[in-house]
């Protein structure tokens, strides 16, 4: 059911390993994609709305006629809200909430000199697109993961796109949790399309300066295309976990967390590094058991039978260490030991999962931490979605005159260095008149 990949011994037998080349990974070719989304975006720049209907007709297979979805609806669908689900999402809410607002930061003041002030203020983006997924699993807690870091950052003003179903709006569980935080500009558009819609803006819809939330291939093949005019959090794409973990590690809990991610997309990863043969063969044998007794098992089986799914073998858990650092994983869970000081030693995944009693599941929905993370490698240089995802730095420089002139020579000499003495003559013209 699933590859094996055997790094035992081969270090000592002199060879230099690639770690990053080594490790399971999907084809995941986004450029390719680039030429399949840049005719969808240059439609929807030109013909906004009735392009955005064209294509989700096209993809989605649904007629939509009002792409902005109705306050009714909205209300109604949090109205019929199974009340359990209700609870557990106001539960997932207050704790995102509390962590976002723990992260949120305050405005920092410097006096580099007496007299001359510098203040760094954090700044909310002003309109943010939110995108939440809707296709062979509709992520609803994706509204939470977009929505709630972004309320605390103060964005003042917030639009959600997520792809219709057969009725011609978003899945309704989406649309409860909207109305439950209080988002009343929700658009039943997916895909591409939505991106574009956003990033251009439409009929009856306002450009937007960012854009957030997971996708598949064409989403983020929209969102690179589309970068530079607007901004993005990171290239989300099929979900990934790796383990590391030793023979302390329960093969039984190990399987169930690979199985979990993978039931998400056949493209999804799951990924075992771990020392132990005993373990590996146990965790083998727990998939083969447990897939069978799953919903989704045919989804399941393709997903860790693909080439970007396995079990690596290592000579020792500091190897392991490296291996599971250089595929920067989204979501990395260390069953070890030593777990928790194995992981201060991780520099690169989306998020870090320590021990037996924290699985990805958790974080999934409600540790208080954030499910939209880097995917594809990228956490070696992005950041999960947080309420700093949704902040500008911008620096406030204010200096009296007896500031500006005890520092006046060196700004002009500076200037002169580069060749450009009208900035040295913006300082002096102030000393001489």
Known sequence: MIRRVDLRGRVAAGEVLDLQALVPRAEF??????????PITEAVRHRGADAIREFGAKFDHVAVTDLRVPAEALKTALEELDPAIRSAFEESIRRVREVSEDERG????????????????????????????????PLSSSVVMNVVPAQVAGVPSLAVASPPQQDGLPHPTILAVCELLGID????????????????????CRKVNMITGPGNIYVVAAKRLLKGQIGIDSE??????????????????????????AEHDPMAASVLVTPSTKLADEVEAQLIKQVQNTKHAERITEALSGEQSGIVLVDDLDQGTAVVDAYGAEHLEIQTADAEQRAETINNAGAVFI????????????????????TAGCACHSSGLSVRSFLKAMHVVNYTREALEDVAGHVVTLANAEDLPAHGAAITQRFTQ
């Open 29 to 38: 070719d986004v450029e390719k994609a680039l030429d399949v989304v840049r």
């Open 106 to 137: 305050e405005d920092v003041h410097s006096e580099p000199a007496k007299g001359g002030r510098v203040t760094q203020r954090l700044v909310p983006v002003q309109r943010v697109g939110l995108y939440v997924p809707g296709g062979r699993a």
């Open 236 to 261: 989300a794409g099929p979900t990934e976990i790796a383990v590391l973990a030793d023979d302390t590690a329960d093969a039984g809990h190990v399987a169930a967390d690979l199985i979990s991610q």
């Open 185 to 204: 500009e929700v658009y039943a558009m997916g895909g591409a399309q939505a991106i574009a819609g956003f990033a251009y803006g439409f009929e009856g």
């Open 355 to 374: 021990g037996a009693w924290s699985p990805v599941s958790l974080g999934d929905y409600c540790a208080g931490s954030n499910h939209v993370l880097p």
